[in-house]
């Protein structure tokens, strides 16, 4: 059993039978509100030195990139993110002007998005320990899940894959603007965003979707100095993965938005068997198959 | 310049102005919703190993205090809990059946309180750490504040002070039933939860509502086998501290919870001298009155 495993066993008795609650296991918890198409999304994510950042990292990128995680997430159910509480867990001796240009990136981030920052506890740990819960919503629309791609469907990815470190793992910009497009004008039928990496991620959407995937590995949009193999595998991309039915993936030519957007695949049934060369990128995803 | 200045003062750019946000610095961040009398509370909060539990405590209450620290935040607002978030940052090596048994401990109170538990991730830490993101609502009634007592509300508390390591830091049940009566009713005008102790949050109370305090020590209702001092200092007592105007106090006899409530002074103007008594019971009063 991986530990992903051991985790859902735990929580699955976690699972609610309240029918507003949808979205447990995606990338944020839904609570459907009462007006039907308008629904909170609930995000908690925490960023921990020597897990997501080296202690020598700029501390103004750290507390960017804590808050753009979770950003990332509501994006990638098509919300609009609103209101984030920020626990930072500090070790004794911490100096206050790195705390101080933690908060400064936090607060720049939270301003480009019209986020409203509504607390900044802090308690003391071994490790810089940086915990966002934001909260978003979407209105008027559904959020897009994980779990509904269907057969046949299109598989999309937004930007290019891989170099992260190098290139925007502290920097990237969450595709908030992306994300709501597709889920206001319902053309993404399945949403998640690629924080482990494609040979993570989209595994991780097929088997939420009940579904199986065929690639074409030439049309993966690899960033500049990526291998394929990089941008299967880095992670840290934060691009959004999303799944399009052919009727409607004509309406991605009116796509508003600069950033480059490329189908790599279809979805295909459960029992489809995916190709060994592409097996061979998908770290992880035996075990996720087994199930 | 103490932490929790240096902080506010880090987050003072936080404060915002849009009139749906309140509460911001207190128990929870409030969100008032479109109905008028609908708030949603946000609170999140981290226990850490070697700060608030050893780490040869039971895993089953680690995991309950967890839930029951940011519940106590909720029912100190007077709102109702309903979903949670929880992020565990597990050092490498961590027994799976340790882990197990948080989950168990956090799922046992979030049932008795018939919270939804929305999501369960895992991060890796050097020592334990649990971070909780609780939503709460208020419904047909306002949040209660710990910034509206007036002068001359008298000073309540629910429950007996102190001996809390003995008794029941990780044990307590939160004052949800009691705060949301209290709320409801309109009965009280400000209230906090006692999580650093009387000595640390009638001070904060006060504070935050630009006045000052009259205590009768003789009626402070101090736990088996704790010293006045401890009732102040010890913390983690998790009962109510909260104000009431004398023309409603009378309705505190129909309260309908047998939780023991107890009158232990008033609220004074700004001006007002502590008395020295009281003042060398207060830890951290001083630097905190200079403000």
């Known amino acids: 059993m991986t530990e992903e495993e051991f985790i859902e066993s735990l929580t699955a008795g976690w699972k609610s039978k309240d029918p507003r609650l949808i979205g447990v296991g995606d990338d944020c918890a839904v609570v459907k509100g009462g007006a ?25 990128l750290i507390g960017r990139k804590a808050l ?9 159910m098509g919300g609009e993110p609103l209101y984030a509480l920020v626990t930072l ?21 939270a301003k480009e998005w019209n986020i409203a920052l509504l607390g900044g506890e802090t308690t003391r740990t071994r490790d810089l320990v940086l915990s966002v819960s934001l909260v978003g919503e979407t209105t ?23 170099n992260t470190q190098k290139l925007k793992h502290f920097t990237f910009e969450p595709r908030v603007n992306e994300g ?35 690639l074409e590995l030439e049309k993966i949009p690899c960033a500049k100095g990526a291998s394929l193999k990089e941008a299967f595998q880095e992670g840290e ?3 959004l993965l999303f799944t399009v039915s052919p009727e409607k993936s004509g309406l991605l030519k009116k796509f508003p938005i600069k950033t480059s957007l490329q189908k790599i695949g279809v979805m295909r049934k ?14 992880g995803y035996d075990h996720l198959q087994k199930r």
Chains 1, 2 share one sequence.
Do not use: C, N
């Not at 753009?68 to 990638?76: E, G, H, L, V, W």
């Not at 459960?270 to 770290?283: C, G, N, Q, T």
């Open 140 to 162: 008027g629309y559904d959020p897009v899940l994980r779990s509904t791609a269907q057969e046949g469907d299109e598989i999309w990815v937004t930007g290019s894959l891989g």
């Open 270 to 283: 459960k029992s489809f068997k995916i190709s060994e060369p592409v097996k061979e990128l998908l770290h």
């Open 89 to 109: 867990g500090l070790p004794s001796g911490f100096q206050p002007v790195r705390m101080q240009k933690i908060y400064k990136g936090i607060t720049a981030l």
């Open 36 to 60: 039907g198409e308008d629904s909170l999304l609930l995000k908690a994510d925490a960023v921990v030195e020597g897990v997501h950042f080296l202690r020598t990292a700029d501390p103004f």
């Open 68 to 76: 753009a995680r979770a950003i990332s997430d509501i994006a990638a």
């Open 180 to 214: 709501q497009w597709l889920a206001e004008k319902k053309i993404a039928t399945a949403m998640i965003d690629l924080s482990d990496g494609l040979g993570i991620d989209l595994p991780r959407l097929a088997r939420a979707s009940g579904l199986s995937f065929e």
């Open 237 to 239: 991309d934060y691009e």
